[in-house]
Nanobody, 121 residues
């Protein structure tokens, strides 16, 4: 089975930084896009950032200039460096990945369990 495991969430003061990591695992998988979504209490789950296998990035307007998404294809890992955090960034952050499982199948979306990020004012 495919698993996405996140780490790096926590509590930080406004203006601080965190780095999230997510590693995908599976016996016969290939991975296309990877990225991060977030969901604040009472709100829908929104896109934060994505990165293609070739390194093309896409960011929500609210995080441009503050967050950086990157990936290590050899490790099946995606990162989200979050700088200049503010209380509006408080949310559960979910890793996702578009994966062929097995590699000859069409890609489908997989999700991590979520990691809490809390930014205090």
């Amino acid at each position: 089975q495919v698993q996405l495991v996140e780490s790096g969430g926590g509590l930080v003061q406004a203006g601080g930084s965190l780095r999230l990591s997510c590693v995908a695992s599976g016996r016969l998988i290939t991975i296309n896009d990877m990225g991060w979504y977030r969901q604040a209490p009472g709100k829908q789950r929104d896109l934060v950032a994505t990165v293609s296998r070739g390194g093309t990035t896409n960011y929500a307007d609210s995080v441009k200039g503050r967050f950086t998404i990157s990936r290590d294809n050899a490790k099946n890992t995606v990162y989200l460096q979050m700088n200049t955090l503010n209380p509006d960034d408080t949310a559960v952050y979910y890793c996702y990945s578009e994966i062929r499982n097995p590699y000859w199948s069409p890609p489908t979306a997989y999700w991590g369990q979520g990691t809490q990020v809390t930014v205090s004012s």
